[in-house]
């Protein structure tokens, strides 16, 4: 069974600072990997995700993600954060064969909290 | 269009009374997911449906919880009696399947529930 990692449950980056979220997962092969955001009192909102071919994903709202084989990571970054990108950011992992077959459950990270200050 | 649609926003109930929360899907998509997001356990899958049959309900925590999908619009999350502990943010998804895995899951606002 997949599993994903968030190791840092919060992170405080100033405004216009470069800002990189870290997500780890398990899995035998190539998994299907996500990043949601969620802002205070709302759902989540998918950001990017990862499927296949280019390791370099870009997303909404200027952030991408490097997919590393070798490092089993899948980190998010943005160059330069605004204040409205503070919520909470999750890391998500589905099972590319299962999915093939209809079974679409993804294991969500525990996330991380983002506070920007001025 | 409307996005997934939960209702109520917020709810606040005494323990032992029955609660039922509510989601309308986006049109046209054929999975359905309820989750729970709770400061101590984070965001967890309690049960999904694909084409209103429930698929996977093994994150639904005990017989007070259930879960029905009468038609393609309409999904309710019941417990009976309610808990406690039961006093979290019910999240419900949607999404569509497509060969290759594009498969992006689109969340309600949720319902917060408070069980006095």
């Known amino acids: 069974a997949q599993s994903v990692t968030q190791p840092d449950i919060h992170i405080t980056v100033s405004e216009g600072a470069s800002l990189e979220l870290r997500c780890n997962y398990s899995?035998?092969?190539?998994?299907?990997l996500f990043w949601y955001v969620q802002s205070p009192g709302q759902g989540l909102q998918l950001l990017l995700k990862?499927?296949?071919?280019?390791?370099l994903v870009q997303g909404i709202k200027g952030f991408e993600a490097e997919f590393k084989r070798s490092q089993s990571s899948f980190n998010l970054r943005k160059p330069s954060v605004h204040w409205s990108d503070a919520a909470e950011y999750f890391c998500?992992?589905?099972?590319?064969?299962?999915?093939?077959?209809?079974?679409?459950?993804?294991?969500f990270g525990t996330g991380t909290k983002l506070q920007v200050i001025p | 269009d409307a996005g997934v649609i939960q209702s109520p926003r917020h709810e606040v109930t005494e323990m032992g009374q029955e609660v039922t929360l509510r989601c309308k899907p986006i049109s046209g998509h054929d999975y359905l997911f309820w989750y729970r997001q709770t400061m101590m356990r984070g965001l967890e899958l309690l049960i999904y449906f694909n084409n209103n049959v429930p698929i996977d309900d093994s994150g639904m925590p005990e017989d007070r919880f259930s879960a029905k999908m009468p038609n393609a619009s309409f999904s309710t999350l019941k417990i009976q009696p309610s808990e406690p502990r039961d006093s979290a943010v019910y999240f419900c998804?949607?999404?569509?399947?497509?060969?290759?895995?594009?498969?992006?899951?689109?969340f309600g606002p949720g319902t917060r529930l408070t069980v006095l």
């Open positions: 998500a992992v589905g099972d590319p064969l299962r999915f093939a077959g209809g079974y679409q459950k993804v294991t």
């Open positions: 899995y035998g092969a190539t998994p299907y």
């Open positions: 998804a949607s999404s569509y399947f497509r060969s290759g895995g594009n498969n992006e899951q689109f």
């Open positions: 990862y499927f296949s071919g280019d390791t």
